[in-house]
């Protein structure tokens, strides 16, 4: 199985901020990775996909980027409702794996 | 839409069928999965059912014991779960694959094993 890790496991920040999350994959993908954002009580929702595609709907603030084993998922002008866990997916190959998550928090 | 149920509080050993209803979108167009979450293990894939229901596919920790179907004519998806472990305890998904990735969740039902 390919294991995601990701990096930081938490972070804070203030509104306004710009942020950086990366995902390591232990072997290259491609470019077949997900972000997802999750709320308490919701179910994770799609960011961007193949590493860098925004998902309509996703405020473009997000952006993706990476190749090979490294990717990261920066946000720009954090805002109020961008305070959640993020993740990482690779579908490159069954099974699809997640990293551990990065919870952002109001600083 | 992804409207899940059939979650609940079971005995380890026993069994359970969760169900997920789609609503616009048709099964017989989709790929669709399950995939757990845990406070510990964080998110997991469990299993995938091609739009043809031709292929499926299972996760190593609950091949064997978990089983995927689908109604069509219902527009329905299935997960019926067999001798079920205390590990088994999570938030289940249904979630629609996309270009690999998941764009479409269910709402999450849980399943809680224990004696």
């Known amino acids: 199985d390919i294991q995601m890790t990701q990096s930081p496991s938490s972070l804070s920040a203030s509104v306004g901020d710009r942020v950086i999350i990366t995902c390591r994959a232990s072997?290259?993908?491609?470019?077949?990775l997900a972000w997802y954002q999750q709320k308490p009580g919701e179910a994770p929702k799609v960011l961007l996909y193949s590493a860098s595609r925004l998902d309509t709907g996703a405020p473009s603030r997000f952006s993706g980027s990476g190749s090979g084993t490294d990717y990261s998922l920066t946000i720009n002008n954090l805002q109020p409702e961008d305070f959640a866990t993020y993740y990482c997916?690779?579908?490159?190959?069954?099974?699809?794996?997640f990293g551990q998550g990065t919870k952002l928090e109001i600083k | 839409q992804l409207a899940q149920s059939g979650g609940g509080l079971v005995q380890p050993g026993g069994s359970l069928k969760l169900s997920c209803e789609v609503s616009g979108f048709s099964l017989s167009d989709s790929e669709m999965n399950w995939v757990r979450q845990t406070p510990g293990r964080g998110l997991e894939w469990l299993s995938y059912?091609?739009?043809?229901?031709?292929?499926?596919l299972y996760a190593d920790s609950v091949r064997g014991r978990f089983t995927t179907s689908r109604d069509t004519a219902k527009n329905s998806l299935f997960l019926q779960m067999n001798s079920l472990k205390v590990e088994d305890t999570a938030m289940y998904y249904c979630a629609r694959r996309r270009y690999g990735d998941f764009d479409r969740w269910g709402q999450g039902t849980l399943v809680t094993v224990a004696s």
């Open positions: 059912i091609s739009s043809r229901g031709t292929s499926i």
């Open positions: 997916q690779q579908y490159y190959s069954t099974p699809d794996t």
């Open positions: 072997q290259g993908i491609a470019k077949s």
